[in-house]
């Protein structure tokens, strides 16, 4: 046995203060026999083998790990199982649970058993010993890391290691602080089967703006020039306040942390400005501006989030934007799973919503850049896409329940008061049209077809081959010339200064639709704001794309003959004119000429 003064691995240490040596034993190289009290886990073992309510005050206060001696520890296991399976313990049901794993050696052939339940405490005075235990077991634990910080110097460990270790420990003692003592969340998680099935999962109401239910998870994807966190914030402050919010009815005020470490404050206070909002209408929400939490892919940032949650008592939490919050790096799936294990698990047990703000990747069809891990513990996913002039999209695109609304079409809506926006004129509101004449109902009008494509979330300035296979996905019959009608009025609402997008086209006008674009009645010599939306600085210089003219097809002043515009399209092979169910079917070939049914020429002999 090594001395005092030569410790791991013969190391030779002069001035070192030796080790205390206590009763029960000597150190083994470091440390005396670890702290615990073992009476008082006698004490505690013997009365919840006799009462499952002991257990459960006892359970809410000690873990297992908390319990030193090994025998103890397997009693209450023991018991843990009974409890978790409905079954009242008692010490002769110990007994036979141990016997049938073949451990009753460890309990001194059942005699620890007899010895303990023989004469135990009530189930009110169990709690006082279990808090000895706890007690003794944060003792155990420091002592421990003591032991650890010594072993690292001897080994020649740096400053900064040593600071690793302490950090690490102290994270793991204040998350243990926060997120509870015992297992009791364990036998909580426990379905009841009674009150499980008499609850109608289906009738829960949803959030306002139905994007989300309670409790859930959702991610809120797109780039920086879709406005992600304007149209979070004022959906934020409206549920706060219990407003409506698209078009969904008012309810009861939702209480929201929201966490932002994107935006600056002076453009906070102009969005929530230009909402309506004020110091004396802002309703339940909460908001942490640049927070000092630590990272939330880690053990003592979700400690600090979970502190402020309950500081705060929210039922939703708001993340933007969920990059600025994390250490690790994106395209690490670990990343995403210590954040769903140290922070959104947490929030999800205790039945907290999230909304995280993400940013689309280099491909926009992957949705969220970095790792796919990210998106597999949400219940939803919402991209948030700018179709031009005010327009946008939002599409969910991933869901775990399916229940809601699948896509909106929006309208972003602002004006100016001089230099600064208008209070109360930034909204979000459910695009609509002006002359809805109810042909959108009727299948195979180019109605139909616009109506059908803005559902699918298809962009407005997709194409005449896009378009046609979209239509083609979703089993719907389609001409030629309808689909190109669809496609011309669809660009149309980008591409055609005023069209559509502006107050005028809604119940409640505004005289400008949409931070930074001018209003319809505006002289075309004055100038466009430089700001696309309240907070928001330009991102490009210039003005508006002019739509191009098509050619005349009057000829050219000369003599020459003018093209008539043919009455239907043209066969794509022989070039001669469709009709008939070939037209409103949607085929871009004759009969005679189609490649399974016809003699298919080829064109260019």
């Known amino acids: 046995m090594p001395t005092d003064d030569t410790l791991l691995n013969g190391a030779h240490v002069e001035n070192v203060h030796p080790f205390p040596r206590d009763q029960q034993g000597d150190h083994d190289g470091f440390t005396m026999t670890s702290p615990h009290d073992a009476e008082a886990e006698a004490l505690v073992i013997g009365a919840v083998m006799h009462d499952a309510a002991a257990y459960q005050a006892c359970a809410a206060i000690i873990d297992r790990d908390d319990i030193y001696i090994p025998a103890h520890r397997l009693l209450w296991d023991t018991v843990a199982g009974l409890v978790a399976a409905g079954t009242p313990p008692h010490p002769v049901l110990v007994r036979a649970e141990i016997e049938k794993l073949g451990r009753l050696r460890e309990v001194d052939g059942g005699n620890l058993i007899n010895l303990l339940g023989a004469d135990y405490l009530p189930a009110s005075s169990a709690p006082h010993f279990a808090e000895q235990i706890y007690e003794t077991a944060r003792q155990r634990r420091y002592d421990q890391h003591a032991n650890e910080l010594k072993a690292a110097i001897i080994r020649g460990a740096t400053g900064e290691d040593l600071d690793a270790l302490v950090t ?3 994270q793991g003692e204040q998350l243990r602080e926060t997120t509870g003592r015992g297992p009791a969340h364990l036998v909580a998680a426990l379905l009841d089967w009674g009150t499980f099935y008499a609850t109608d999962f289906g009738a829960i109401q949803l959030l306002p703006g139905k994007l989300m239910g309670p409790g859930q998870q959702i991610t809120v994807v797109g780039d920086g020039k879709a406005g992600k966190s304007l149209f979070v914030q004022e959906w934020a402050w409206r549920m706060a306040t219990g407003q409506s919010f698209l078009g969904d009815k008012p309810q009861d005020p939702v209480r929201i942390l929201y966490l932002d470490a994107e935006n600056g404050q002076e453009q906070v206070q102009e969005r929530f400005l230009s909402f309506g909002a004020g110091p004396l209408s802002m309703g339940e929400l909460r908001y942490a501006s640049f927070p000092p939490v630590r990272p939330l892919d880690t053990a003592g940032g979700g400690a600090d989030l979970i502190a402020l949650v309950k500081a705060t008592n929210a039922e939703l939490v708001v993340i933007d934007t969920v990059s600025r919050f994390i250490s690790g790096p994106e395209n690490d799936a670990d990343t995403w799973l210590n954040l769903y294990r140290h922070t959104l698990l947490p929030l999800k047990r205790d039945r907290i919503a999230s909304a995280r703000l993400d940013h689309f990747g280099k491909d926009k069809d992957r949705g969220g850049r970095g790792s796919s891990a990210k998106t597999q513990d949400v219940d939803h996913v919402w991209e948030l896409a700018a179709q031009g002039g005010g327009a946008l999209t939002l599409k969910r695109t991933h869901t775990r329940t ?80 309808k689909i190109a009608k669809a496609v011309a009025t669809r660009k149309a609402r980008t591409e055609m200064p005023g069209s559509d997008v502006s107050g005028e086209a809604f119940r409640d006008p505004l005289p400008q639709t949409f931070p930074g674009t001018r209003s319809r009645n505006t002289p075309g010599t004055d100038e466009t704001p430089g700001q696309t939306f309240p907070g928001t600085l330009p991102e490009t210089p210039g003005t508006p794309p002019v739509p191009t003219v098509p050619p005349s097809k009057r000829g050219n002043g000369q003599g020459t003959p003018g093209t008539d515009d043919t009455p239907d399209p043209l066969c794509t092979v022989c070039d001669k004119p469709l009709h008939g169910y070939r037209l409103d079917r949607g085929y871009d070939t004759c009969l005679s000429c189609d490649p399974e049914t016809g003699s298919h020429p080829d064109p260019a002999a």
């Open 402 to 481: 399916g229940i809601g609304p699948e896509h909106f079409s929006l309208l972003r809506q602002a004006r100016r008061d001089g230099d600064n926006w208008a209070v109360g004129g930034t909204r979000h509101v459910l695009m609509t049209y002006e002359h809805d004449t109810g042909m959108a109902a009727i299948p195979g009008t180019v109605e139909h077809i616009i109506a059908t494509l803005d559902k699918a979330g298809l962009p407005n300035d997709a194409g005449n081959r896009v378009v046609r296979g979209k239509l083609t996905e979703l089993q719907i019959s389609a001409g030629n010339d």
């Open 168 to 170: 690490n420990f102290n």
